[in-house]
């Protein structure tokens, strides 16, 4: 069983930044890869990046260059560094595991954190 904590999230204003946080717990072969998704009212969730405990990284293409992922195996925790925030990058933002990996469309091993609102305003 693992168990993902994320934090980090809140109100910020366009053109920000926020750092989010996951913290994995459980068996470590679980979270080989970590991640981030997001999710808008009436939407699909969609990836927003991920990363693999040797570092190989992957992101959401609209994303990438905006967004950083990052992580800490020691601590067993993934980090989501957003800047320049805009108002369409406003949603609930849910970290997520896998022992295999994480793409669009999320398989059944994934697990999920309880995820962290992320409001930005114009």
């Known amino acids: 069983q693992v168990r993902l904590v994320e934090s980090g999230g809140g109100l910020v204003q366009a053109g920000e930044s926020l750092r989010l946080s996951c913290v994995a717990s459980g068996s470590i072969s679980s979270f080989n890869v970590m991640g981030w998704y997001r999710q808008t009212p009436g939407k699909e969730r969609e990836l927003v990046a991920a990363i693999t405990s040797k570092g190989t990284t992957n992101y959401a293409d609209a994303l990438r260059g905006r967004f950083t992922i990052s992580r800490d195996n020691a601590r067993n925790t993934a980090y989501l560094r957003m800047n320049s925030l805009k108002p369409e990058d406003t949603a609930v933002y849910y970290c997520?595991?896998?022992?295999?990996?994480?793409?669009?469309?999320?398989?059944?091993?994934?697990?999920w954190g309880q995820g962290t609102q992320v409001t930005v305003s114009s």
């Open positions: 997520a595991a896998s022992p295999y990996g994480l793409g669009s469309q999320p398989n059944d091993d994934v697990n």
